[in-house]
């Protein structure tokens, strides 16, 4: 099965800050990585998907890139709304697996 | 609009069933992969189990087993059966649409497996 880590696990920024946040798979997953911003009781909802695609009614400013088998997640100019926790997920092959999450918090 | 409810949630002992059903609106379900994603209070996301357009189904090494997964085309509606239930199993259950990513997802259902 595939493993995914996220670093940082924890990331204190501020409103309008360059935020990224890295996402590593144990083994070759070509594009197949989404990501998901979850808020406080709330379903996750979805990013971008194969890397670096933005789903469609999600704001420019966030962007994915893939380099082998490391994807980042950046928000260009961090907003209010943007505190969440991030999660990836490898969609290349079953089982999925997550990343153990990325909360992003206001310094 | 396109939606998923979930519902079938509650407390179960130890060793009980549930059955987990997920109503799909605005889409069909049958045209789709469809997933269960779960996540255990204060903690992350945990992938379950998918069900292929085709009907092959397949799921997490910790549920393996124990869950099945099925779907209802006349009723537009996924199901999770869920036997053999243990302590942590508790969590947050969800459905979701699966396609290059989980673009729709239910609001959940919670599962507490308690005696």
Known sequence: DIQLTQSPSFLSASVGDRVTITCRA????????????????????????????????????FSGSASGTEFTLTISSLQPEDFATYYCEQVNSYPHSFGPGTKLESK | EVQLVESGGGLIQPGGSLRLSCVASGFTVSRYYMSWVRQAPGKGLEWVSVIYRGGHTEYGDSVKGRFTISRDTSKN????????????????YYCARDREGSDIWGQGTMVTVSS
């Open chain 2, 77 to 92: 509606t996924l199901y999770l059966q869920m036997d053999s239930l243990r302590a942590e199993d508790t969590a947050l």
């Open chain 1, 26 to 61: 144990s083994q070759d997953i070509s594009v197949y990585l989404a990501w998901y911003q979850q808020k406080p009781g709330k379903a996750p909802k979805l990013l971008i998907y194969a890397a670096s695609t933005l789903q469609g009614g999600v704001p420019s400013r």
